[in-house]
């Protein structure tokens, strides 16, 4: 499985981005994104069940960013609204085949994509 993630870039704070995420091979079952800014660890940002399309959002994120996917492209979304300097990360997007309830974890996703650079200039 290979995931590749686009649509990163730069924006000022406020502005908005869509991040996508295509994955290869059959459909998986968690599809999430995560975040890492210089000198911190990876962190959680959202993640889509397959099946329902349950959604989870870190609490940093709810009520601005947005998880979707599209089964049959096999693609999750991310759209970030209200974007503040401190979005400001590479972004990665993760897959999973498995229901793993630590889906906050990056050690619950088996393939991940490159990442794409969010830049939020203030």
């Known amino acids: 499985v290979q995931l590749q993630a686009c649509g990163g870039g730069l924006v000022q704070a406020g502005g908005s981005l869509r991040l996508s995420c295509v994955a290869s091979g059959r459909s998986l079952y968690n599809m999430g994104w995560f975040r890492q800014a210089p000198g911190k660890e990876r962190e959680f940002v959202a993640r889509?069940?397959?099946?329902?399309?349950?959604?989870d959002y870190a609490d940093s994120v709810k009520g601005r960013f947005t998880i979707s996917r599209n089964n049959g492209e096999n693609t999750a979304f991310l759209q970030m609204n209200s974007l503040k300097p401190e979005d400001t990360a590479v972004y990665y997007c993760?897959?999973?085949?498995?229901?793993?309830?630590?889906?906050?974890?990056?050690?619950?996703?088996?393939?991940w994509g490159r990442g794409t650079l969010v830049t939020v200039s203030s």
């Open positions: 993760a897959g999973d085949y498995s229901n793993d309830y630590r889906y906050t974890q990056p050690s619950a996703y088996a393939y």
């Open positions: 889509i069940r397959r099946s329902g399309g349950i959604t």
